[in-house]
């Protein structure tokens, strides 16, 4: 993300003796000000329905996991109650919540995805 500051700098290089005034405004310095965007943590749920294979497939297909780090994962939900699968910007956590949830309803399992800020 690339946001641009505009700044009109305390100095008097621009040759017209100090003057200043409407349309006489020199912009001096135009800085480039970079700023991380929000990131967004991707969470699985446990629940007693959902296929254990089913949430490693979810794992690998969406969330590009190996089938080991998707086990790791799984068992981790399945013990803990919830899990990260991977943190991501708004848009692209947003679309893969969307992606996992009508995956498993088209698949008939209740598992359920939500995100979180970071
Ligand atoms: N608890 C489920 C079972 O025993 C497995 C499971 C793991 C379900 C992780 C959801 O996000 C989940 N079949």
């Given amino acids: 993300m690339l946001n641009w500051t505009i700044t009109n ?7 017209n003796g100090g ?6 405004g020199t912009v001096v310095k135009v800085r480039p ?8 943590r991707v ?10 294979e089913f949430v490693v497939h979810v794992l690998e297909r969406f969330f590009n996991k190996s089938r080991e780090a998707a086990t790791e994962i799984m068992l981790h939900v399945h013990h803990r109650g919830v899990g990260v699968c991977g ?3 708004y848009e692209v956590a947003e ?14 399992h209740p598992l359920q995805c939500t995100m979180e800020k970071e």
């Fill in 33 to 40: 000000k970079t700023q991380k965007p929000a990131m967004y």
């Fill in 43 to 52: 969470l699985l749920l446990n629940d007693d329905y959902t296929p254990m």
């Fill in 9 to 15: 700098a305390q100095n008097d290089d621009d040759n």
């Fill in 19 to 24: 003057q200043q005034g409407p349309g006489t």
């Fill in 95 to 108: 679309t893969k919540v969307g992606q996992v949830i009508d995956f498993a309803r088209r698949h008939q």
């Fill in 87 to 89: 943190v991501y910007t």
